[in-house]
Structure formats: structure tokens, C-alpha cells
């Protein structure tokens, strides 16, 4: 892959410049597959070119690409690699509910922003895998915390300069806590463990992030809400976070959607063929109009239980088809689709990890039905 042509231009369209390095990156997005390695050239690309720093608004420094390009963007380049998407896809939803917040709340998130533009920052979220209840804990010391925790599924933290967190504090008050807070990864006490050998998205670097006495003084908890409980911030996270997120199976599924079509050209007229190539463009469609609606909500509508319902509705829908569009890819594509070199099999592996995402679809059901019902949502 040649990593050494000159930087792009860093206004106008993010999906079309997102598109043209997604044929660069496919050509080595099955060796690190192969090899479980982090896809570092492609993020070292995607910072040269002002993609880390893109949906930064313009007032504080960045280059203002819309909420609806990021996601285009993301969806581009999973058609040619699904890791680097979804890594990426991690640094983005930190920074697209950072910005929202700062616009629509005016939240003091300006200074992070400022810092992810001036700096090139790669954030790292381990916001899925702590999620409303959190995880690790935070003593309270002099001047701030000491927190011990372990991160699982930290993706792009090979090359992170920020994890952006939590953990449980037992306030004497309030009772079991949960801060919010960044933590540099060269900070004392952060140390990354190599263990992401998964099924798929193998170049995500998730690895476990442990986090051993680290101190984080007090002006760095940027929130506090009670554990295991919905609080507005995680109904703009639910509004705002999986689009981005799911851009990254809508282009697997993009992909290899793309590949059978060309796998099947020699032999269209076989009779049954038909019918698989059908089944694979209801699951297609489905999956693409249910994320366009995921989009326009984040774009238009305001948080809350109402919304992040209709989102992670949105969201299993996404899921299932895009897993469901790369299976009938699969067989249209015919044995040939069993070979690693295709594309196929690599593309079956990354697009199972939709399911894992929260809410994962029983979740959503529950949240969703209580929802509708008039419950508490945190019954």
C-alpha cells in the first residue's frame, strides 16, 4: 500500500476524499487481518490528512465537516477496511458528541476539541464496554482520584493519546458514582495489553487498556451521574455515537455487496441466482435506509428516552441486515466466496461484531418496550 503520496485537501467532501483512500487501504486490510496487527499506516494516513480533526468545529480550530459526511466517511472506507472504519469510527463519536454538546448545551468541551485540533489527538473511548454501570475504581485522595480499573475493547489505543473513561466511586452522599474522565496514555500507571485475537476486525488494535493507581486530579472529571442509571449524556451518546459506529458495517456490507455482484457477473444467468441476489438487496436496503433515518435523527432531533429508542431500534436494524447482507453475499458469490483471498470471509467475520455493540438487541427490545409501555426505563 503506498502510504507516501502527498496530503489531500482538507475542505469539501470527507466521503469522496474517504473513498479514495478505502482503495488504498483494502490493499493491505488482509494482512493485517492475517496477522492481527493494528492498522497504524492507515491511521497515520487518516491523521496526515486532517480526518482525526475534521468534525472539529471551525471557531475551535478544526475543519468543520458535517455530523452526515463523518458518518459517509466511515461508511467509505469499510467498504475497503472494516478495522480502520470502526477504529476510527471510536475517535469520532467522542468528538461528534463533544461538539454537540459544546453547540446545543454549550457544555465546556471546547477545550478537549481545541486540544484534538491543535494537537491531531487520537481519542479512545471504552464507553461499550462500561457502558451505564462503568467499571474499575476511583478512591478518593488528595487533589483528585486514584483509579484501578481494566478497559477491554479499547479500539485504535495502539496509537491513543487520550482514553476517554470512567469509573465508580462510593460517594458518601450520592452513593455508587460514576466519573467521567481523559487520561493521557503516557501517563503513569496506563499500560496496554496486546490481547485482541477475536473473530473479526482483527485491525482495530482493541486491546485491554489497565489503568493501575492512576491519579486523575479533580479538574479533570469532566461528569458525574449515578451508576447503572440513564442520564442525558447517554442519550446523546445513543443519538449520536452509533451512526458513526454503524457507518463502519454499512460499508463492510457496501463491500461485499460490491464483490459478489462482480463474483456473480460470469454466471448471472444461473436461475437461482436471481433470488439470492434479491435476498442479498431487501437486506441491503433495509440496512441503508434504516441508517440514513439513524443519521437524519442525530441530525435533527434532540436526545432523550423517546430518541435514543428510535435510534437503537434503528440500530438492531442496521445490524441485522448488514450481517444478513455479507451472508447472501456469501453464497452469491458461490464457493469462490469461501476463499480468504476474495474478501468475503474476512468481511463474514467483521460485520458479526454489529451484534456486540450496545444496545445489543435484547437490550434494545427491553428499552424499547418499556419505552412504549410508559415505564421507567431504569426499571
Given at each position: 500500500?503506498?502510504?507516501?503520496?502527498?496530503?489531500?485537501?482538507?475542505?469539501?467532501?470527507?466521503?469522496?476524499?474517504?473513498?479514495?483512500?478505502?482503495?488504498?487501504?483494502?490493499?493491505?486490510?488482509?494482512?493485517?487481518?492475517?496477522?492481527?496487527?493494528?492498522?497504524?499506516?492507515?491511521?497515520?494516513?487518516?491523521?496526515?490528512?486532517?480526518?482525526?480533526?475534521?468534525?472539529?468545529?471551525?471557531?475551535?480550530?478544526?475543519?468543520?465537516?458535517?455530523?452526515?459526511?463523518?458518518?459517509?466517511?466511515?461508511?467509505?472506507?469499510?467498504?475497503?477496511?472494516?478495522?480502520?472504519?470502526?477504529?476510527?469510527?471510536?475517535?469520532?463519536?467522542?468528538?461528534?458528541?463533544?461538539?454537540?454538546?459544546?453547540?446545543?448545551?454549550?457544555?465546556?468541551?471546547?477545550?478537549?476539541?481545541?486540544?484534538?485540533?491543535?494537537?491531531?489527538?487520537?481519542?479512545?473511548?471504552?464507553?461499550?464496554?462500561?457502558?451505564?454501570?462503568?467499571?474499575?475504581?476511583?478512591?478518593?485522595?488528595?487533589?483528585?482520584?486514584?483509579?484501578?480499573?481494566?478497559?477491554?475493547?479499547?479500539?485504535?489505543?495502539?496509537?491513543?493519546?487520550?482514553?476517554?473513561?470512567?469509573?465508580?466511586?462510593?460517594?458518601?452522599?450520592?452513593?455508587?458514582?460514576?466519573?467521567?474522565?481523559?487520561?493521557?496514555?503516557?501517563?503513569?500507571?496506563?499500560?496496554?495489553?496486546?490481547?485482541?485475537?477475536?473473530?473479526?476486525?482483527?485491525?482495530?488494535?482493541?486491546?485491554?487498556?489497565?489503568?493501575?493507581?492512576?491519579?486523575?486530579?479533580?479538574?479533570?472529571?469532566?461528569?458525574?451521574?449515578?451508576?447503572?442509571?440513564?442520564?442525558?449524556?447517554?442519550?446523546?451518546?445513543?443519538?449520536?455515537?452509533?451512526?458513526?459506529?454503524?457507518?463502519?458495517?454499512?460499508?463492510?456490507?457496501?463491500?461485499?455487496?460490491?464483490?459478489?455482484?462482480?463474483?456473480a457477473a460470469k454466471r448471472a444467468d444461473e436461475g437461482h441466482l436471481a433470488?439470492?441476489?434479491?435476498?442479498?438487496?431487501?437486506?441491503?436496503?433495509?440496512?441503508?435506509?434504516?441508517?440514513?433515518?439513524?443519521?437524519?435523527?442525530?441530525?435533527?432531533?434532540?436526545?432523550?428516552?423517546?430518541?435514543?429508542?428510535?435510534?437503537?431500534?434503528?440500530?438492531?436494524?442496521?445490524?441485522?441486515n448488514a450481517i444478513k447482507t455479507v451472508e447472501r453475499a456469501m453464497e452469491?458469490?458461490?464457493?469462490?466466496?469461501?476463499?480468504?483471498?476474495?474478501?468475503?470471509?474476512?468481511?463474514?467475520?467483521?460485520?458479526?461484531?454489529?451484534?456486540?455493540?450496545?444496545?445489543?438487541?435484547?437490550?434494545?427490545?427491553?428499552?424499547?418496550?418499556?419505552?412504549?409501555?410508559?415505564?421507567?426505563?431504569?426499571?
Amino acid at each position: 500500500m503506498n502510504m507516501n503520496v502527498g496530503k489531500i485537501d482538507t475542505t469539501g467532501d470527507w466521503t469522496a476524499k474517504a473513498a479514495a483512500l478505502a482503495q488504498e487501504f483494502a490493499a493491505n486490510a488482509a494482512a493485517h487481518d492475517a496477522e492481527d496487527r493494528f492498522v497504524a499506516e492507515c491511521f497515520a494516513r487518516l491523521k496526515a490528512d486532517g480526518f482525526f480533526e475534521a468534525h472539529v468545529p471551525v471557531e475551535l480550530g478544526g475543519h468543520g465537516a458535517s455530523y452526515a459526511d463523518l458518518c459517509g466517511a466511515i461508511r467509505a472506507l469499510g467498504a475497503g477496511c472494516g478495522s480502520t472504519a470502526l477504529a476510527f469510527a471510536m475517535h469520532s463519536h467522542l468528538v461528534a458528541v463533544a461538539a454537540w454538546r459544546w453547540r446545543h448545551e454549550k457544555a465546556p468541551t471546547e477545550g478537549l476539541l481545541k486540544r484534538v485540533a491543535a494537537e491531531n489527538l487520537v481519542l479512545v473511548s471504552s464507553g461499550g464496554s462500561d457502558w451505564l454501570k462503568s467499571a474499575g475504581t476511583a478512591t478518593k485522595v488528595d487533589g483528585g482520584y486514584r483509579i484501578t480499573a481494566r478497559k477491554v475493547f479499547s479500539s485504535g489505543c495502539p496509537m491513543g493519546d487520550l482514553l476517554v473513561t470512567s469509573a465508580v466511586t462510593d460517594d458518601p452522599q450520592a452513593g455508587p458514582t460514576v466519573l467521567h474522565f481523559a487520561v493521557p496514555f503516557k501517563a503513569e500507571g496506563v499500560k496496554i495489553h496486546d490481547t485482541w485475537r477475536v473473530m473479526g476486525m482483527r485491525g482495530t488494535g482493541s486491546n485491554d487498556v489497565e489503568l493501575d493507581n492512576v491519579f486523575v486530579p479533580d479538574a479533570a472529571i469532566s461528569g458525574r451521574r449515578p451508576q447503572a442509571k440513564w442520564h442525558p449524556l447517554f442519550h446523546a451518546i445513543s443519538m449520536l455515537a452509533f451512526p458513526l459506529i454503524y457507518a463502519a458495517y454499512m460499508g463492510v456490507a457496501d463491500g461485499a455487496r460490491a464483490i459478489a455482484l462482480k463474483a456473480a457477473a460470469k454466471r448471472a444467468d444461473e436461475g437461482h441466482l436471481a433470488y439470492l441476489a434479491g435476498e442479498m438487496e431487501n437486506a441491503h436496503t433495509t440496512a441503508e435506509i434504516a441508517f440514513e433515518d439513524m443519521v437524519r435523527i442525530a441530525e435533527a432531533e434532540k436526545p432523550g428516552e423517546k430518541t435514543s429508542s428510535r435510534s437503537m431500534i434503528r440500530r438492531t436494524i442496521v445490524g441485522q441486515n448488514a450481517i444478513k447482507t455479507v451472508e447472501r453475499a456469501m453464497e452469491v458469490a458461490g464457493g469462490a466466496g469461501f476463499y480468504r483471498k476474495m474478501g468475503l470471509e474476512r468481511a463474514f467475520r467483521d460485520v458479526q461484531a454489529a451484534r456486540y455493540h450496545p444496545l445489543q438487541e435484547k437490550p434494545q427490545l427491553r428499552y424499547t418496550g418499556r419505552v412504549a409501555l410508559g415505564l421507567d426505563v431504569d426499571g
